[in-house]
């Protein structure tokens, strides 16, 4: 038996990749720490409560007290636990710069205590900044332009301090913009199913010609699983789907799918230093095996479609009052 510390396994990727590990590895055991944001829901793990290879944990990855004792009885830490909305970094940093930066912080020093067999930081694209043209690499220097991406390259820093200073074993991942189920409806592309919907608004930031890459959750599972396996410790993997898009593509691909009118596109004032394109060449990681299995006409078809038939999953979020006062705080003076 594995133990598997997953930090942010109630969050969106996190529960996706809770899922995909338990599920392919029978001889796993994961211990899933987590706070319980805004954005951790249990309800992404309802189906393995049964499950007793499966532990839930709520805590808080800047805790010494409660990260220490977990650590010391994991064999390998992936770190998801992030404030990961661009939008509400924009809003106030703080809860960013304690979760992403000194959580991350408290989990090496952990981990560098207790001696693991791996950590693994899960990263972002964003760490870059913002490209015209081609795409980066990972030799690329780190350029983040919002508060967010910021204290994820801050974070990414110390993981490699923690490396080169004191011989632990990392790999970092830096991934696209990930689409699939389980995902906060105040990303784009949740925000957009759910609301056409229910026939509201599509705010397009801007004129909507900004360049994201998307990446179907699974995919993006399957790489952290080959990185975590068969990367090289030290090392940091470009994780892309090669599935470019504008804003205003998407929102017409997410229309269409569901039968909606395009006069639900409402074009609004732009997301304060917006970046205008991120790109990643992944060729590192294809060399280790991987490819994303889902094109983009496939991984929209199956989000739009998850959440159909998934309502009453985000109806539930969509009707508390935090959310409702984020969406007014975000959208009511644009
Ligand atoms: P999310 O916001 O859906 O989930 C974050 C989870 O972390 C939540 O369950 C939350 O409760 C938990 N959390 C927050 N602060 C915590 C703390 N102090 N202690 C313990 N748990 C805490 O995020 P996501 O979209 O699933 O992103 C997961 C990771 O992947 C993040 O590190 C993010 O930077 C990275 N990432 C995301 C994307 C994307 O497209 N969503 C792409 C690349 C990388
Ligand atoms: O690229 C990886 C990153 O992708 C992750 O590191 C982040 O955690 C994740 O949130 C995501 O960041 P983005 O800022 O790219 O995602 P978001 O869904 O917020 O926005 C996607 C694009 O859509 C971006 O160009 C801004 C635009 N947008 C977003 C919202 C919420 C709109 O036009 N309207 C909106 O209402």
């Not at 967010?148 to 801050?154: F, G, I, M, P």
């Not at 801007?206 to 396996?229: P, T």
């Not at 410790?233 to 599935?243: F, K």
Request: proline residues 4%.
């Amino acid at each position: 038996m594995k133990t598997l510390l997953i930090t942010g396994g109630c969050g969106f990727i996190g529960s996706n990749f809770i899922h995909y590990a338990l599920a392919k590895y029978r001889q796993y055991r994961v211990v899933n720490l987590d706070k319980l944001t805004y954005a951790g829901n249990p309800a992404n793990l309802i189906g393995l409560v049964d499950d007793d290879r499966y532990r839930f944990v709520e805590g808080d990855i800047c805790d010494p007290a409660t990260v220490g004792p977990l650590v010391a009885e994991a064999d390998i830490v992936v770190n998801f636990a992030a404030e990961s909305h661009v939008d509400r970094s924009i809003m106030g940093g703080a809860e960013f710069v304690q979760t992403n930066f000194n959580g991350t912080y408290t989990l090496l020093d952990s981990a560098v205590k207790h001696g693991v067999e791996r950590f693994h930081q899960i990263s972002t694209d964003e760490v870059y900044g913002s490209i015209d043209e081609g795409a980066w690499t990972e030799e690329w220097p780190l350029a983040p332009r919002n508060p967010y991406s910021s204290t994820k390259a801050s974070a990414e820093l110390l993981v490699r301090a923690y490396h080169i200073t004191h011989g632990l074993p990392v790999v970092t991942t830096r991934a696209s913009n990930n689409i699939g189920p389980f995902q906060y409806p105040e990303k784009r592309v949740p925000l957009y199913i759910t609301n056409a919907i229910d026939d509201l608004p599509l705010p397009v930031y801007g004129d909507g010609s900004q360049v994201r890459d998307h990446l179907y959750v699974e995919d993006h599972c399957s790489a952290i699983d080959l990185v975590l396996h068969q990367g090289e410790i030290g090392e940091i993997y470009n994780v892309g789907g090669e599935n470019d898009a504008t804003g205003l593509e998407v929102a017409k691909v997410i229309l269409k799918r569901l039968g909606k009118d395009e006069s639900l596109l409402k074009f609004v004032t732009d997301r304060s230093g917006h970046d205008q394109r991120y790109a990643l060449d992944s060729s590192k990681v294809q060399a280790l095996g991987w490819q994303p299995a889902s094109d983009f006409r496939v991984a929209m078809e199956r989000t739009v479609d998850w959440y159909v038939e998934n309502e009453s999953w985000w109806r539930e979020i969509k009707e508390r009052q935090d959310y409702k006062d984020y969406y007014q705080r975000n959208y009511g003076n644009r």
